[in-house]
């Protein structure tokens, strides 16, 4: 990475605190529970902070509070500009500042997210059976899949989507054949499906269940968890301020990213959403 481009990473990776710690405030008031995930996490563990390559942060919340945070109530206490919604395309929220704009290089991503944002994920309950626990995944996962082979020409247009690496092979196959069915898939209703999959993800109660799930998560099975993994979460710093992780986040880290996650992946492999900058 170059100078110029090292300094605008710098930069968006310090909008993305101050934005985290408009967040964190909030949830600490409200006594909501949140917790870094994903790549937050294993930056956290690994770097301390940001993985240095890293462009946006990943937030988990139990779905009680996360609908609060969500809420339309909690959105009119928030500054001017600033906004916490569930986003249908995604299947889970954004906590965004419309103040700032970024530019991410690809000309279809800007058009859809032409704001800062952290990712907020709700985690859910599953039923307590094992059997059950997976039939109640799959189900929730082909209406996820359908959602997506909707947005079938959108996603191959998004060379970040096309080209993710750790993307599942099924989904791989599935943006790039996908648009072979997308016509009887377009057929379907897009706010009933949403409905229903919001619907399924609810179904379980988090206090309620020995496993958990980010079901809107990008690694798919891998995002079962047991509960006793989140316990009561903990502090860890990142980038010069603390972030809770779960109480068990290097396990978490491990079975989502494997027993190497300690390791730096090959510059082919790191992944980031293009070349992106805050537009002052």
Not at 223 to 237: D, N, S, T, V, W
Request: glycine share 6%; charged share 35%; aromatic share 12%.
């Amino acid at each position: 990475m170059d100078n110029t481009n090292e300094n605008k990473l710098d930069d968006l990776q310090n909008e993305l605190l101050r934005l985290y710690g408009i967040l964190a405030d909030f949830c600490d008031k409200k006594k909501i529970r949140y917790y870094g995930c994903g790549g937050t996490a294993l930056g956290a563990i690994r770097h301390d902070g940001f993985i240095p390559w890293d462009d946006d942060m990943d937030i988990a919340i139990p779905r009680k509070d996360y609908e609060i945070l969500i809420s339309e109530e909690s959105n009119k206490l928030f500054d001017k500009g600033i906004s916490a919604k569930f986003d249908k395309e995604l299947l889970f929220s954004r906590f965004m500042d419309t103040t700032v704009r970024c530019s991410r290089g690809d000309s279809e991503w800007n058009e859809l997210f032409p704001y800062l944002y952290i990712d907020v994920f709700p985690i859910d309950g599953t039923p307590n059976n094992g059997l059950l626990r997976m039939i109640h995944f799959y189900r929730i996962m082909f209406i996820f899949t359908v959602l997506k082979l909707k947005r079938i020409k959108y996603l191959q247009k998004i060379e970040y989507m096309k080209n993710r690496r750790h993307r599942p092979f099924i989904e791989r196959v599935v943006i790039k054949y996908g648009h072979l069915i997308s016509p009887i898939i377009d057929r379907l209703d897009e706010d009933k499906l949403v409905k229903k999959y919001n619907e399924l993800c609810c179904k379980y109660d988090y206090e309620n269940s020995k496993v958990v799930c980010v079901y809107s998560g990008r690694y798919r099975k891998r995002e079962l968890i047991p509960k006793e993994m989140i316990g009561k979460g903990k502090m860890h710093q990142f980038s010069g301020c603390e972030i809770p992780l779960y109480e068990k986040a290097e396990e978490y880290v491990k079975q989502i990213y494997g027993q190497n996650y300690m390791e730096l992946p090959p510059i082919s492999d790191r992944e980031k959403h293009g070349d992106v900058e805050i537009i002052r």
